[in-house]
Each structure stands twice: as C-alpha cells, then as structure tokens.
C-alpha cells in the first residue's frame, strides 16, 4: 500500500511539473513610459510610434495613443459607440473598470463573425494620453482580456528591466520558428513524463 501511495505521489508530482504554466510577456512603450502585459504566444504584427498590434490564435489586439484634449464621458462613450459602429457591432454596452493611474470607460459587443469584442479608452492621470485598447477574442477569453488592460500601467519600467521588450515586428519565420521550438519541448517533456511514468 505505501509503495502504490508512493508511486501515486511521485506521478501527480511528474504530471504536475510537465504542465506548461501560463506566463505573460512585459512590454514598455518607452517614449509614454507605458508598460502592460500580454499573454505569451503571440506575435507582434505591426508597431509605429502611436499604434502596437499583437495577434494569437484566437485573439487580436491593438493600442492607438491619441492625446486626450479636453474629452469627457459623454465624448468618449461617444467615440467609442462611433468605433463599435464601425466594426458593426451588436448587442455592445458600455462600462467601466479600475486601471491604476487611468480612468477607463469601455464598450464591448459581438463582432460580424460572432467574435466578441472590447474597446476601451484609457485616459490617463499623469500625462495628455488616451490609450485605446481595441480586443477582438473568442468566447471563454474575456478573462483574459481584462487582464491585459488592467495591466497598463505609467513608470513602472524599472520593475520589468529583466522582460523589457522593445517593440519590433516579429517575421512570419520567427514566428513559426518559436511555435515548432514550443511544440518540440512539448514532445520532449512529454517523453520525459511517459518514461517517468513507467518507472514508476
């Protein structure tokens, strides 16, 4: 019995250790000092002085910096059905959450192909920046989503120094590349687990 419990502990232990664990990636916008998380896996499509886009499998996001002028509530909720309008989306209603050091207002509805969508305006407290955050994601992501745009924070560079990103355009290539590298692993730890597993 206390060899079965024994070999019993040892494989969960195994099982446990060969599961990948979620991590995200940190990215700095050193010109605003901005700095917000991402989900790792993606790759970055397109990056300029004011526009960044990242893509995974089942998840697109955008940032679009503006500078916020004189904008209030009414404005911004404005803008942002305006924007929802234009991507034609439905069954959308407003919101808001708590984003350290910004004050967001968001509208989220279904897209045309049934995805679902976030567009949020973060005005920001410290600077004249309004960093709207478009997500478009799959059903089960949204937990996710919020995540990300709770994420973004001003001056916090300094705690990310060892995950700085500086933005780049990631190729197709790179791109498959780290996912073929990713898959390898994968089989590799899965090999080790099964090996563990007869030993045991």
Do not use: C
């Amino acid at each position: 019995m206390r060899k079965f419990l024994v070999a019993t502990i040892m494989l969960v232990w195994t099982l446990w250790i060969a599961v990948p664990q979620l991590q995200a990636s940190v990215y700095t916008w050193s010109k605003y000092n901005l700095t917000f998380e991402t989900p790792d896996g993606g790759f970055v499509t397109y990056s300029t002085a004011t526009r960044f886009e990242m893509q995974w499998d089942d998840m697109m996001f955008t940032i679009q910096l503006y500078n916020k002028d004189k904008s209030n509530d009414k404005d911004l909720k404005e803008n942002l059905t305006r924007k929802a309008m234009g991507y034609n989306m439905y069954d959308t209603k407003h919101g808001k959450m708590k984003v350290k050091g910004f004050k967001p207002v968001y509208i989220e509805g279904t897209m045309p192909d049934g995805s679902r969508a976030v567009i949020a305006d973060l005005v920001s407290n410290n600077q004249n920046l309004i960093v709207e955050v478009t997500v478009q994601y799959l059903f089960g992501n949204r937990e996710t989503v919020d995540d990300i745009i709770k994420s973004f924070a001003e001056g916090k560079a300094e705690n990310y120094k060892e995950k700085k990103h500086k933005q780049k355009v990631q190729t197709k290539e790179d791109a498959d590349r780290q996912d073929k590298d990713r898959r390898q692993e994968q089989d590799r730890r899965e090999k080790q687990r099964n090996r563990k597993t007869f030993d045991a």
